[in-house]
Protein backbone atom coordinates (compact mmCIF):
# COMPACT_ATOMS: atom_id res chain seq x y z
CA UNK A 1 0.00 0.00 0.00
CA UNK A 2 1.33 3.34 -1.01
CA UNK A 3 2.20 5.64 1.86
CA UNK A 4 -0.04 8.75 1.78
CA UNK A 5 2.23 12.21 1.35
CA UNK A 6 1.35 14.57 3.70
CA UNK A 7 1.58 18.31 3.54
CA UNK A 8 0.76 21.75 5.04
CA UNK A 9 1.47 25.17 6.64
CA UNK A 10 3.12 25.42 10.15
CA UNK A 11 3.47 29.03 11.64
CA UNK A 12 6.46 29.72 13.85
CA UNK A 13 5.20 32.55 16.75
CA UNK A 14 6.81 33.71 19.55
CA UNK A 15 8.06 36.91 21.51
CA UNK A 16 10.99 38.63 20.02
CA UNK A 17 14.41 36.70 20.18
CA UNK A 18 13.35 32.89 21.40
CA UNK A 19 15.04 31.47 18.75
CA UNK A 20 12.69 30.91 16.08
CA UNK A 21 14.51 31.73 12.88
CA UNK A 22 17.41 29.22 14.34
CA UNK A 23 14.52 26.49 14.81
CA UNK A 24 13.53 27.35 11.29
CA UNK A 25 17.34 27.60 9.67
CA UNK A 26 18.15 24.49 11.43
CA UNK A 27 14.94 22.53 10.23
CA UNK A 28 15.03 23.13 6.42
CA UNK A 29 18.94 22.40 7.31
CA UNK A 30 20.06 26.21 5.45
CA UNK A 31 20.24 29.68 6.43
CA UNK A 32 17.40 31.10 5.40
CA UNK A 33 15.82 33.64 8.16
CA UNK A 34 18.24 35.95 9.54
CA UNK A 35 19.31 35.01 13.37
CA UNK A 36 20.97 37.87 16.03
CA UNK A 37 20.51 37.93 19.96
CA UNK A 38 18.80 41.61 18.97
CA UNK A 39 15.04 41.28 18.97
CA UNK A 40 13.02 42.31 15.79
CA UNK A 41 15.32 40.60 13.72
CA UNK A 42 12.69 38.96 11.52
CA UNK A 43 10.11 41.73 9.61
CA UNK A 44 8.55 40.05 7.24
CA UNK A 45 7.14 36.61 6.68
CA UNK A 46 9.41 34.17 5.89
CA UNK A 47 8.19 31.11 4.05
CA UNK A 48 10.81 27.91 3.67
CA UNK A 49 10.14 24.61 3.03
CA UNK A 50 10.82 21.13 4.36
CA UNK A 51 10.63 18.47 2.11
CA UNK A 52 11.37 14.22 3.21
CA UNK A 53 9.40 10.89 2.10
CA UNK A 54 6.46 11.48 4.62
CA UNK A 55 5.91 14.71 2.80
CA UNK A 56 6.29 18.85 2.53
CA UNK A 57 6.22 21.53 5.79
CA UNK A 58 6.17 24.98 4.67
CA UNK A 59 7.10 27.27 7.65
CA UNK A 60 5.96 30.67 8.23
CA UNK A 61 8.44 32.38 10.58
CA UNK A 62 6.69 35.45 11.80
CA UNK A 63 8.16 38.45 13.54
CA UNK A 64 7.99 38.46 17.01
CA UNK A 65 4.36 39.25 18.51
CA UNK A 66 4.74 42.39 20.94
CA UNK A 67 3.70 45.51 21.33
CA UNK A 68 4.29 47.91 18.68
CA UNK A 69 6.01 51.28 18.92
CA UNK A 70 5.26 52.73 15.60
CA UNK A 71 4.37 51.50 12.46
CA UNK A 72 7.04 49.66 11.61
CA UNK A 73 5.72 47.70 14.52
CA UNK A 74 2.11 47.62 13.61
CA UNK A 75 3.09 46.21 10.35
CA UNK A 76 5.13 43.45 12.47
CA UNK A 77 2.85 42.35 14.39
CA UNK A 78 -0.20 42.11 12.06
CA UNK A 79 1.93 39.81 10.05
CA UNK A 80 2.38 37.72 12.83
CA UNK A 81 -1.62 37.85 13.89
CA UNK A 82 -2.75 37.02 10.18
CA UNK A 83 -0.45 34.13 9.68
CA UNK A 84 -2.01 32.68 12.80
CA UNK A 85 -5.72 32.32 11.36
CA UNK A 86 -4.34 30.63 7.70
CA UNK A 87 -2.29 27.39 8.49
CA UNK A 88 -2.79 24.12 9.94
CA UNK A 89 -0.43 23.84 12.91
CA UNK A 90 0.91 26.46 15.31
CA UNK A 91 4.59 26.39 16.69
CA UNK A 92 4.68 28.23 19.67
CA UNK A 93 8.86 28.90 20.85
CA UNK A 94 9.21 30.47 24.48
CA UNK A 95 12.24 30.81 26.61
CA UNK A 96 12.60 27.78 30.04
CA UNK A 97 11.13 29.54 32.55
CA UNK A 98 8.15 29.36 35.05
CA UNK A 99 8.05 33.12 34.69
CA UNK A 100 4.71 33.61 32.61
CA UNK A 101 4.82 37.43 31.47
CA UNK A 102 2.41 40.28 29.95
CA UNK A 103 4.11 39.03 26.74
CA UNK A 104 2.87 35.64 26.88
CA UNK A 105 -0.27 36.46 27.82
CA UNK A 106 -0.91 38.63 25.36
CA UNK A 107 0.11 35.53 22.78
CA UNK A 108 -1.76 32.94 24.34
CA UNK A 109 -5.16 35.51 24.29
CA UNK A 110 -4.45 35.45 20.39
CA UNK A 111 -4.35 31.38 20.31
CA UNK A 112 -7.83 31.48 21.79
CA UNK A 113 -8.68 32.74 19.10
CA UNK A 114 -7.85 30.48 16.37
CA UNK A 115 -8.49 26.66 16.59
CA UNK A 116 -5.58 25.29 14.81
CA UNK A 117 -3.33 22.92 16.74
CA UNK A 118 -0.60 24.57 18.74
CA UNK A 119 2.62 22.84 20.03
CA UNK A 120 4.73 24.72 22.80
CA UNK A 121 8.30 24.48 22.09
CA UNK A 122 10.51 25.19 25.29
CA UNK A 123 13.57 26.64 23.70
CA UNK A 124 17.14 26.72 24.87
CA UNK A 125 16.82 23.96 27.08
CA UNK A 126 20.90 23.36 26.85
CA UNK A 127 20.89 26.60 29.19
CA UNK A 128 18.90 25.05 32.10
CA UNK A 129 19.04 21.78 34.29
CA UNK A 130 17.50 18.70 33.29
CA UNK A 131 15.73 18.63 35.99
CA UNK A 132 13.96 22.08 36.12
CA UNK A 133 12.45 21.59 32.63
CA UNK A 134 9.54 19.97 33.76
CA UNK A 135 8.85 22.53 36.07
CA UNK A 136 8.72 24.80 32.95
CA UNK A 137 5.92 22.31 30.84
CA UNK A 138 3.85 22.06 33.78
CA UNK A 139 3.75 25.91 33.97
CA UNK A 140 2.82 26.17 30.34
CA UNK A 141 0.42 23.22 30.84
CA UNK A 142 -1.83 25.66 33.22
CA UNK A 143 -2.47 28.55 30.80
CA UNK A 144 -3.54 26.90 27.65
CA UNK A 145 -4.47 23.19 25.86
CA UNK A 146 -1.71 22.85 24.02
CA UNK A 147 -1.67 19.57 21.70
CA UNK A 148 2.08 18.65 22.41
CA UNK A 149 4.89 20.31 24.39
CA UNK A 150 8.63 19.47 23.24
CA UNK A 151 11.79 20.62 24.99
CA UNK A 152 14.31 21.51 22.37
CA UNK A 153 17.99 23.43 21.77
CA UNK A 154 17.64 24.80 18.10
CA UNK A 155 21.12 25.96 18.60
CA UNK A 156 22.40 22.34 20.03
CA UNK A 157 19.99 20.27 17.83
CA UNK A 158 18.87 19.00 20.74
CA UNK A 159 15.35 17.03 20.13
CA UNK A 160 14.81 19.01 16.55
CA UNK A 161 13.90 15.81 15.02
CA UNK A 162 11.27 15.03 17.01
CA UNK A 163 9.34 18.47 15.83
CA UNK A 164 9.57 17.29 12.74
CA UNK A 165 7.97 14.03 13.67
CA UNK A 166 5.13 15.61 15.60
CA UNK A 167 3.95 17.94 12.86
CA UNK A 168 4.04 15.37 10.23
CA UNK A 169 1.45 13.27 12.91
CA UNK A 170 -0.91 16.33 13.03
CA UNK A 171 -0.62 17.64 9.16
CA UNK A 172 -3.00 15.75 7.00
CA UNK A 173 -2.77 14.26 3.54
CA UNK A 174 -2.10 16.67 0.84
CA UNK A 175 -0.31 17.98 -2.24
CA UNK A 176 3.12 18.92 -2.84
CA UNK A 177 3.29 22.86 -2.85
CA UNK A 178 6.75 22.87 -3.83
CA UNK A 179 9.56 20.90 -5.90
CA UNK A 180 11.91 18.64 -3.61
CA UNK A 181 14.38 21.34 -3.54
CA UNK A 182 13.14 24.17 -3.23
CA UNK A 183 13.89 25.75 0.44
CA UNK A 184 12.25 29.24 0.27
CA UNK A 185 9.88 31.00 -1.70
CA UNK A 186 12.16 34.24 -1.06
CA UNK A 187 13.41 36.24 -4.26
CA UNK A 188 17.78 36.10 -3.85
CA UNK A 189 17.31 39.85 -3.74
CA UNK A 190 15.52 39.89 -0.55
CA UNK A 191 17.54 37.08 0.84
CA UNK A 192 20.66 39.42 -0.09
CA UNK A 193 19.13 42.48 1.60
CA UNK A 194 18.48 40.26 4.97
CA UNK A 195 21.73 38.77 5.52
CA UNK A 196 22.79 42.52 4.84
CA UNK A 197 20.84 43.65 7.89
CA UNK A 198 21.82 41.14 9.74
CA UNK A 199 25.63 41.63 9.59
CA UNK A 200 24.62 45.12 10.26
CA UNK A 201 22.67 44.39 13.55
CA UNK A 202 25.14 42.40 14.68
CA UNK A 203 28.33 44.58 14.59
CA UNK A 204 26.27 48.27 15.18
CA UNK A 205 25.45 49.28 18.52
CA UNK A 206 21.86 48.69 19.83
CA UNK A 207 20.41 52.04 19.26
CA UNK A 208 21.07 51.89 15.53
CA UNK A 209 19.68 48.45 14.53
CA UNK A 210 15.79 49.19 14.81
CA UNK A 211 16.08 52.05 12.60
CA UNK A 212 18.26 49.96 9.86
CA UNK A 213 16.66 49.05 6.23
CA UNK A 214 18.64 47.73 3.38
CA UNK A 215 17.51 47.99 -0.05
CA UNK A 216 19.18 46.28 -2.98
CA UNK A 217 19.24 48.69 -5.97
CA UNK A 218 20.85 46.63 -8.36
CA UNK A 219 21.58 42.79 -8.79
CA UNK A 220 23.24 41.67 -12.08
CA UNK A 221 25.43 38.99 -13.48
CA UNK A 222 28.04 39.28 -15.45
CA UNK A 223 29.16 37.07 -18.25
CA UNK A 224 32.01 35.61 -16.09
CA UNK A 225 29.26 34.29 -13.55
CA UNK A 226 29.88 37.02 -10.84
CA UNK A 227 26.98 38.61 -9.19
CA UNK A 228 27.20 42.57 -8.97
CA UNK A 229 25.13 43.77 -6.17
CA UNK A 230 24.66 47.28 -5.26
CA UNK A 231 22.57 48.24 -1.87
CA UNK A 232 21.56 50.92 0.25
CA UNK A 233 21.88 50.11 4.09
CA UNK A 234 18.97 53.45 5.00
CA UNK A 235 18.76 54.62 8.81
CA UNK A 236 17.30 57.09 10.73
CA UNK A 237 19.41 60.12 11.54
CA UNK A 238 22.75 61.60 10.05
CA UNK A 239 25.00 60.22 13.70
CA UNK A 240 23.78 57.35 12.80
CA UNK A 241 25.42 57.47 9.18
CA UNK A 242 28.33 58.20 10.80
CA UNK A 243 28.36 55.30 12.68
CA UNK A 244 27.55 52.69 10.28
CA UNK A 245 30.35 54.00 7.70
CA UNK A 246 32.97 53.95 10.44
CA UNK A 247 36.44 55.25 10.94
CA UNK A 248 38.06 55.61 7.26
CA UNK A 249 34.94 53.30 6.24
CA UNK A 250 35.75 50.56 8.58
CA UNK A 251 32.51 49.84 9.64
CA UNK A 252 30.70 49.29 6.05
CA UNK A 253 34.03 47.27 4.76
CA UNK A 254 33.26 44.67 8.14
CA UNK A 255 29.50 44.58 7.40
CA UNK A 256 29.84 44.30 3.63
CA UNK A 257 32.67 41.37 3.25
CA UNK A 258 30.74 39.15 6.10
CA UNK A 259 27.42 39.89 4.40
CA UNK A 260 29.38 39.18 1.10
CA UNK A 261 30.38 35.73 2.15
CA UNK A 262 27.84 34.41 3.19
CA UNK A 263 25.46 35.44 0.03
CA UNK A 264 28.24 33.66 -1.77
CA UNK A 265 28.36 30.78 -0.07
CA UNK A 266 24.31 30.65 -0.71
CA UNK A 267 24.55 31.99 -4.68
CA UNK A 268 27.33 29.27 -5.24
CA UNK A 269 29.31 32.03 -7.06
CA UNK A 270 31.28 35.44 -7.00
CA UNK A 271 29.79 38.16 -5.47
CA UNK A 272 30.99 42.34 -5.93
CA UNK A 273 28.71 43.36 -3.23
CA UNK A 274 29.03 47.46 -3.03
CA UNK A 275 26.94 49.61 0.12
CA UNK A 276 25.80 52.87 0.91
CA UNK A 277 24.33 54.76 3.39
CA UNK A 278 21.57 57.11 3.24
CA UNK A 279 19.36 58.91 5.66
CA UNK A 280 15.82 58.85 6.23
CA UNK A 281 14.32 60.47 9.15
CA UNK A 282 11.46 58.62 10.88
CA UNK A 283 10.94 56.10 8.04
CA UNK A 284 9.36 53.43 10.55
CA UNK A 285 6.32 56.35 10.63
CA UNK A 286 6.26 56.59 6.86
CA UNK A 287 3.74 54.46 4.87
CA UNK A 288 5.44 55.51 1.74
CA UNK A 289 9.05 54.51 2.94
CA UNK A 290 7.56 51.06 4.54
CA UNK A 291 5.99 49.93 1.15
CA UNK A 292 9.39 51.33 -0.52
CA UNK A 293 11.35 49.11 1.63
CA UNK A 294 8.84 46.08 1.25
CA UNK A 295 6.51 46.44 4.54
CA UNK A 296 3.54 46.22 3.08
CA UNK A 297 0.41 45.23 4.71
CA UNK A 298 -1.03 41.46 4.31
CA UNK A 299 -4.40 43.49 2.95
CA UNK A 300 -2.28 44.57 -0.41
Known amino acids: ?23 MNHLIGQKIAITSDKPQTTRNRIQTVYTDERGQIVFLDTPGIHKAKNKLGDYMVNVAEHTL ?16 GAGERHIVEK ?30 RKIYQFAEIIPVSALKDINTDEVLN ?11 YFDDDTVTDQPMRQIAAELIREKALRYLSDEIPHGIAVTIEKMS ?12 IVCE ?12 GAMLKKIGSAARREIEALMGAPVNLQLWV ?23
Open 237 to 248: RDSHKGIIIGKQ
Open 85 to 100: REVDVVLWLVEPTTFI
Open 1 to 23: MEKCFKSGFVALIGRPNVGKSTL
Open 166 to 176: VLFRYLGEGPQ
Open 278 to 300: KVRKEWRDNELFLKNYGYRSENE
Open 111 to 140: LKQVKTPVILIINKVDTVEKTEVLKFIDTY
Open 221 to 232: ERKNGLFDIEAN
